[in-house]
DNA sequence: GGCGGTCAAGAGCGGTGCTCTCGATTTAGA
DNA sequence: TCTAAATCGAGAGCACCGCTCTTGACCGCC
């Protein structure tokens, strides 16, 4: 990450951003599918076989918007989950609103996290860290607020398999407590896929009361008492 | 649905046949983004443009596959639920587990109904028919069933627009409990996409045992004794 | 038996990802 | 400082895609 020395590592680096920069612009208005690095090329006034200088290919660009993606929807959700003090409900209700709200205003960026893998994508180690930056604040609550009731234990081998991603977590967390903090992210990404996808048109207009309902439903999973 | 009478008429509807087949085994093999109508003219012996006699456009073969796939779906899911003296919580189950055992012997198919939509497509008014059924059997069991405390009612406009949802089934579902019911579905969805999209691939082995953790939060969602 | 509708075939258009070569330019080492 | 190596943009080209148009042969109904 140091600042590069020589006239054409800046160069580089710059080039490499503005392309960056305008495959999230054509992500976010026309999709993934639509996403080519011939338009990519012309907008930026460049042939289209220099691209594969910066990116070897079409799918290593997706990579790194992909990373962006991730990276963009955890940050929202942080800073959504902005005071420490307040009740669990109230903060798990605040990062799951944002995750929400961060998925109507990008709905591309996120279908290409959440949503159909791409063909021949294998995603890179890198984007592990990118990827569970908002389960990780939800486990952090988990674990500064357990519920009164501990939740019914978790059977072999799925506890000790837990315990281990417990175990990378900087706070603890039992495993039957975080098989409820999965489930209740089960249900957030599907409430919030389902309605992105539009499997709502046409039946419900309310999403904003149903997405409610759901919150409610994640609250009751991991046992708080709502508030 | 009548006979074809000419040998023409008979003809175009088996090559018909034909082209749906060829295209749900590629997208089976290769997904939807491979799925292509020169390799499905190739495949069968014919020229690309003959194609479009059959299907005016990629999309609208597409469209067909999609009906298919939720068919599909629904049948498994309608053949699991094969006794209907059954609790109302092992039915549930046994639907929720004949949609993951489905999708996880289809997963292009079931990408292409409940991952990202695809691009330029609009729902026709007739997929609706057949992408309803898994829900409609879950209100089923919700209605010959009702837990036995009443979930907490849900606000306007919500509950109008459910109890007009409800009006579309066959028995009576009260909203809030079709609210329950669709949070628990928003999580059955969840639940299977995460997992067929890779979502859980180097955090979690046991993915059997995480989907029975979220076949207990949906029961217990609705409101029903786990049995 | 004609005649209108339907069909397969082919050529072609504009688009895609990607590869290769070829000069020009910049960097780094002797 | 001079030179060899690395990097770069440009262009041509390959194979593929969805889709359109035209042509000529075939079928089936009046």
Redesign the pocket.
């Known amino acids: 990450m140091s600042a590069p020395?020589?006239?054409?590592?800046r160069a580089?680096a710059e080039?490499t951003q503005e392309i960056v920069e305008t495959g999230r612009r054509q992500l976010a208005s026309d999709g993934a599918a639509a996403?080519?690095?011939?338009?990519i090329a012309r907008e930026l006034g460049?042939?289209?076989?220099?691209v594969?200088?910066?990116f070897?290919?079409?799918?290593d660009l997706l990579t790194t918007l992909i990373v962006e993606a991730y990276d963009a929807l955890g940050d929202a959700a942080e800073a959504a989950d902005d005071d420490p003090e307040a009740s669990a409900p109230t903060r798990l209700r605040r990062i799951a609103r944002a995750v929400r709200d961060w998925a109507r205003a990008h709905p591309h960026q996120y279908a290409l996290v959440y949503g159909s893998p791409v063909p021949g994508y294998r995603a890179p180690f890198d984007t592990v860290r990118a990827a569970v930056r908002v389960q990780a604040r939800l486990a952090e609550v988990l674990a500064l607020h357990p519920p009164e009731h501990e939740p019914a234990p978790v059977s072999e081998p799925l506890a000790s398999q837990l315990a281990t991603v417990a175990d990378r977590l900087p706070r603890p967390v039992p495993p039957a407590l975080l098989a409820r903090g999965m489930t209740a992210w089960n249900l957030l990404i599907g409430s919030v896929s389902l309605e992105l996808f539009g499997h709502y048109a046409n039946s419900v207009d309310d999403l904003d009361g149903l997405f409610e309902c759901a919150l409610d439903g994640m609250i009751e999973l991991v046992g708080w008492s709502p508030a």
């Not at 020395?5 to 590592?9: D, E, P, Q």
């Not at 070897?56 to 799918?59: A, Q, T, V």
């Open positions: 020395r020589t006239a054409r590592a580089r080039i996403l080519s690095l011939r338009a460049m042939v289209s076989s220099a594969y200088r910066y070897p290919s079409r799918d």
